[in-house]
């Protein structure tokens, strides 16, 4: 993922330094003409007060552009548009003709909107994205979040280029604001899972085709006029159905889960998309006048880099809805002090701003009120807490504390991480954590004491010489409390791992016994839950299923929905089945381990695209969980074979050996590099596999790279005392 990361940034830093570049070089004027006569006639401009003040008017005949005819320029051929120039000639109606020079700044709309902004868009985009890079490595979803802030910001940025006709400036922003919204979608359903949210929707795969279709058109509109003109239109409805699905899923995900963190990630994506939906996108699909301009419209999008910072899945998780709810407070605000402010400017500079100063001085002022409240927020904080409201502050800092401080792996850190909260909260270093003995001498003191640890002849003390607010006490007197239980916590497992460490080390046998007793105790839940469901589910299905037999026979009732009703029920009450067997093998314990795995070999040749090679001889151990490890290590096998080998040839052997087994394992998939298949999702099912023969003190070989398929060797010995190494890579 590094590989790639380093090429998508560079990618985005060329691309996005073109596009400006085309931008910057030639200002925008989209100035319509007529040349049904033969002539160009200008009849009206993008920017109408700029055309005002050149004394350009309806009826004067444009004769070059930068010096060249100007019915030899491409975009007037095909669209009767002049697109951009630096200077233009001018034949008045009385045939006087003169040279008008165009400039960036005699256009200031021009200059914000397809300059200023796409370049801070352009920069802010790739600042946020290295940040998120730094603190979430190797992690799907932020790899998703940055690409799809990346290619917002292309989609953003290339509008300027697009505008002046430039085809590399058209392709990418016709790619990238559809593949901006799939790859959305795509962190959706990966952030879904990591939520543990079933995903019941189309799968993000599929709609990576989407992107595609848009250099198809392109493509074709060089040869069919009728496809280039309906390109931007069927764009932009890819663009609307993407938006309008993800939207759906958010909402509808919020309304099933009520998880904030949903909330918060439909909030950063409805707040900057859906104004340029409802504004530009919907009303250009029905051929009507845009409400707002393009460029103005995607404004909304500044909002992107700043929303989606608050979206990380690693740390700031439980002090979420304080944020959200401090924010929305602070914006509410912002917004009509924002609105009052602008219209008075507008009343004081009457008919001089147009809607895009309106607009960009809105925006300043909305920003820079924000910022302020949140500078105000710390300024009283530090020197007048006496009027400082904090009470939701502490209550959800505490949460975020303690999810700090619970990664902390002994006594010590979690006392550094202590004092860490006590120094950031309360912004305070006088305090210090003491051990006190039966020995040391009572000392009478005015300071704050709180207990941490009472081990009966020491006890380990806070102490704090700093003047504590009702709410900081109390803050601080859960969090010390919090600090106390988890030294007791981490003292008992230190206490277990130093006896465990002893055995070990008295001991030249390894504790495998340990190994296998959790191995067992594992095997054992899910036998006990295998027994639960076939009895009260599975159960409950038949009783479900017989009733609706009884209601099939009324005449009251339509038979084919009722039918219909008790179809499905069979069909879930035969997955269920196959899910216990599955956790518990029936035939496993009735009629012994070959019997099982052949039932078990029938149902992957069902299931699976490959053609299997089994070859299972009879075994027989004294230990009888032997026989359950054997059939668990070729479920696994069999289960990675049909998701991630792609293989169209499997072989599997289990032969006999004195006192043990050997299972040999063999496929022509695409293989893996060993170094990568321990990051993949593949690892799972290999680690579960590795986990149980170093249990048993095995011995495993894995062989393996890529388009070489994988080969898997794998040999347990009831005794144990013939194997030190457990696994082997090549």
């Given at each position: 993922?590094?590989?790639?990361?380093?090429?998508?940034?560079?990618?985005?830093?060329?691309?996005?330094?073109?596009?400006?570049?085309?931008?910057?070089?030639?200002?925008?004027?989209?100035?319509?003409?007529?040349?049904?006569?033969?002539?160009?006639?200008?009849?009206?401009?993008?920017?109408?007060?700029?055309?005002?003040?050149?004394?350009?008017?309806?009826?004067?005949?444009?004769?070059?552009?930068?010096?060249?005819?100007?019915?030899?320029?491409?975009?007037?051929?095909?669209?009767?548009?002049?697109?951009?120039?630096?200077?233009?000639?001018?034949?008045?109606?009385?045939?006087?003709i003169?040279?008008?020079?165009?400039?960036?700044?005699?256009?200031?709309?021009?200059?914000?909107?397809?300059?200023?902004?796409?370049?801070?868009?352009?920069?802010?985009?790739?600042?946020?994205?290295?940040?998120?890079?730094?603190r979430?490595?190797?992690?799907?979803?932020?790899?998703?979040?940055?690409?799809?802030?990346?290619?917002?910001?292309?989609?953003?940025?290339?509008?300027?280029?697009?505008a002046?006709?430039?085809?590399?400036?058209?392709?990418?922003?016709?790619?990238?604001?559809?593949?901006?919204m799939?790859?959305?979608?795509?962190?959706l359903?990966?952030?879904?899972?990591?939520?543990?949210i079933?995903?019941?929707?189309?799968?993000?795969?599929?709609?990576?085709?989407?992107?595609?279709?848009?250099?198809?058109?392109?493509?074709?509109?060089e040869?069919?006029?009728?496809?280039?003109?309906?390109?931007?239109?069927?764009?932009?409805?890819?663009?609307?159905?993407?938006?309008?699905?993800?939207?759906?899923?958010?909402?509808?995900?919020?309304?099933?889960?009520?998880?904030?963190?949903?909330?918060?990630?439909?909030?950063?994506?409805?707040?900057?998309?859906?104004?340029?939906?409802?504004?530009?996108?919907?009303?250009?699909?029905?051929?009507?006048?845009?409400?707002?301009?393009?460029?103005?419209?995607?404004?909304?999008?500044?909002?992107?880099?700043?929303?989606?910072?608050f979206?990380?899945?690693?740390?700031?998780?439980?002090?979420?809805e304080?944020?959200?709810?401090?924010?929305?407070?602070?914006?509410?605000?912002?917004?009509?002090?924002?609105?009052?402010?602008?219209?008075g400017?507008?009343?004081?500079?009457?008919?001089?701003?147009s809607?895009?100063?309106?607009?960009?001085?809105?925006?300043?002022?909305?920003?820079?009120?924000?910022?302020?409240?949140?500078?105000?927020?710390?300024?009283?904080?530090?020197?007048?807490?006496?009027?400082?409201?904090?009470?939701g502050?502490?209550?959800?800092?505490?949460?975020?504390?303690v999810?700090?401080?619970?990664?902390?792996?002994n006594?010590?850190?979690?006392?550094?991480?202590?004092?860490?909260?006590?120094?950031?909260?309360?912004?305070t270093?006088?305090?210090?954590?003491?051990?006190?003995?039966?020995?040391?001498?009572?000392?009478?003191?005015?300071?704050?004491?709180?207990?941490?640890?009472?081990?009966?002849?020491?006890?380990?003390?806070?102490?704090?010489?700093?003047?504590?607010?009702?709410?900081?006490?109390?803050?601080?007197?859960?969090?010390?409390?919090?600090?106390?239980m988890?030294?007791?916590?981490?003292q008992?497992?230190?206490?277990?791992?130093?006896?465990?460490?002893?055995?070990?080390?008295?001991?030249?046998?390894?504790?495998?016994?340990?190994?296998?007793?959790?191995?067992?105790?594992?095997?054992?839940?899910k036998?006990?839950?295998?027994?639960?469901?076939?009895?009260?589910?599975?159960?409950?299905?038949?009783?479900?299923?017989?009733?609706?037999?009884?209601?099939?026979?009324?005449?009251?009732?339509?038979?084919?929905?009722?039918?219909?009703?008790?179809?499905?029920?069979?069909?879930?009450?035969?997955?269920?089945?196959?899910?216990?067997?599955?956790?518990?093998?029936?035939?496993?314990?009735?009629?012994?381990?070959?019997?099982?795995?052949?039932?078990?070999?029938?149902?992957?040749?069902?299931?699976?695209?490959?053609?299997?090679?089994?070859?299972?001889?009879?075994?027989?151990?004294?230990?009888?969980?032997?026989?359950?490890?054997?059939?668990?290590?070729?479920?696994?096998?069999?289960?990675?074979?049909?998701?991630?080998?792609?293989?169209t040839?499997?072989?599997?052997?289990?032969?006999?050996?004195?006192?043990?087994?050997?299972?040999?394992?063999?496929?022509?998939?695409?293989?893996?590099?060993?170094?990568?298949?321990?990051?993949?999702?593949?690892?799972?099912?290999?680690?579960?596999?590795?986990?149980?023969?170093?249990?048993?003190?095995?011995?495993?070989?894995?062989?393996?790279?890529?388009?070489?398929?994988?080969?898997?060797?794998?040999?347990?010995?009831?005794?144990?005392?013939?194997?030190?190494?457990h696994t082997?890579?090549?």
């Amino acid at each position: 993922m590094k590989k790639w990361t380093y090429s998508i940034f560079l990618t985005y830093f060329i691309l996005g330094i073109y596009v400006l570049a085309i931008a910057i070089k030639s200002p925008f004027i989209s100035m319509s003409v007529d040349i049904t006569n033969g002539q160009p006639v200008f009849i009206d401009s993008y920017y109408p007060q700029w055309a005002q003040q050149k004394n350009i008017n309806k009826g004067d005949i444009v004769l070059a552009i930068d010096g060249e005819p100007t019915l030899e320029d491409r975009s007037v051929q095909l669209y009767s548009i002049i697109r951009s120039a630096h200077t233009l000639t001018i034949q008045k109606p009385d045939g006087a003709i003169q040279t008008i020079a165009v400039k960036h700044r005699d256009m200031p709309e021009e200059l914000y909107l397809q300059i200023l902004f796409p370049i801070f868009y352009f920069l802010l985009a790739f600042v946020i994205a290295l940040y998120l890079c730094q603190r979430n490595k190797n992690n799907l979803s932020t790899f998703l979040l940055i690409l799809f802030l990346l290619t917002c910001s292309l989609a953003y940025i290339s509008t300027g280029a697009s505008a002046r006709g430039n085809v590399i400036g058209k392709f990418v922003i016709g790619i990238c604001i559809i593949l901006c919204m799939v790859l959305f979608l795509h962190f959706l359903q990966h952030f879904f899972n990591y939520l543990r949210i079933k995903w019941t929707y189309i799968d993000s795969k599929w709609l990576y085709l989407f992107p595609l279709i848009i250099p198809v058109c392109d493509l074709l509109g060089e040869f069919l006029p009728t496809v280039r003109e309906l390109t931007p239109l069927l764009n932009l409805s890819l663009f609307a159905i993407l938006v309008l699905y993800a939207i759906y899923i958010l909402l509808t995900s919020y309304l099933r889960t009520k998880l904030a963190k949903i909330r918060l990630i439909a909030i950063a994506f409805i707040v900057p998309f859906l104004p340029f939906l409802l504004f530009f996108v919907t009303p250009e699909i029905l051929g009507h006048k845009p409400l707002l301009h393009a460029e103005i419209a995607a404004l909304f999008l500044l909002f992107i880099p700043f929303s989606f910072l608050f979206i990380q899945v690693n740390e700031r998780l439980f002090d979420i809805e304080y944020q959200l709810s401090r924010l929305r407070y602070y914006s509410t605000l912002a917004f009509f002090s924002a609105l009052l402010a602008t219209a008075g400017i507008a009343l004081l500079f009457l008919g001089e701003l147009s809607i895009v100063h309106m607009t960009s001085i809105f925006l300043l002022l909305f920003l820079v009120i924000i910022a302020s409240f949140y500078v105000k927020e710390r300024i009283d904080f530090k020197y007048r807490k006496i009027i400082f409201s904090s009470t939701g502050n502490y209550v959800h800092n505490l949460y975020a504390a303690v999810h700090r401080m619970g990664k902390a792996k002994n006594q010590q850190e979690l006392l550094d991480r202590f004092k860490y909260e006590i120094t950031e909260k309360l912004g305070t270093t006088a305090f210090h954590i003491c051990t006190i003995t039966e020995d040391s001498p009572q000392l009478v003191s005015s300071y704050t004491r709180l207990l941490l640890h009472d081990a009966g002849e020491e006890k380990i003390m806070l102490e704090i010489q700093h003047a504590l607010q009702k709410e900081e006490l109390l803050w601080l007197e859960l969090l010390a409390l919090y600090v106390s239980m988890s030294i007791n916590n981490l003292q008992q497992i230190e206490d277990l791992v130093r006896d465990i460490q002893q055995i070990k080390n008295t001991s030249d046998t390894p504790l495998h016994w340990l190994d296998k007793l959790l191995w067992n105790i594992i095997e054992k839940e899910k036998s006990i839950l295998a027994q639960e469901l076939h009895d009260t589910i599975l159960q409950e299905q038949l009783h479900l299923a017989r009733e609706l037999d009884v209601l099939a026979g009324s005449p009251t009732i339509n038979k084919g929905t009722v039918l219909d009703i008790r179809e499905q029920l069979l069909n879930a009450t035969k997955d269920l089945r196959e899910y216990c067997e599955n956790l518990s093998p029936p035939l496993l314990d009735t009629f012994g381990l070959q019997i099982a795995l052949k039932k078990l070999i029938q149902k992957v040749k069902i299931r699976a695209d490959f053609l299997l090679d089994a070859r299972i001889d009879q075994v027989q151990f004294q230990d009888v969980t032997l026989h359950l490890v054997v059939y668990r290590l070729v479920q696994e096998l069999f289960n990675n074979a049909i998701k991630h080998s792609e293989a169209t040839e499997v072989s599997l052997q289990l032969q006999a050996v004195p006192h043990g087994f050997i299972l040999q394992y063999d496929d022509n998939g695409i293989g893996c590099d060993i170094d990568d298949l321990i990051q993949s999702s593949a690892s799972m099912g290999i680690n579960g596999i590795r986990e149980r023969v170093r249990a048993f003190n095995g011995n495993i070989t894995i062989q393996s790279s890529h388009n070489e398929g994988m080969h898997i060797f794998i040999q347990i010995q009831e005794d144990g005392d013939s194997y030190d190494e457990h696994t082997y890579y090549r």
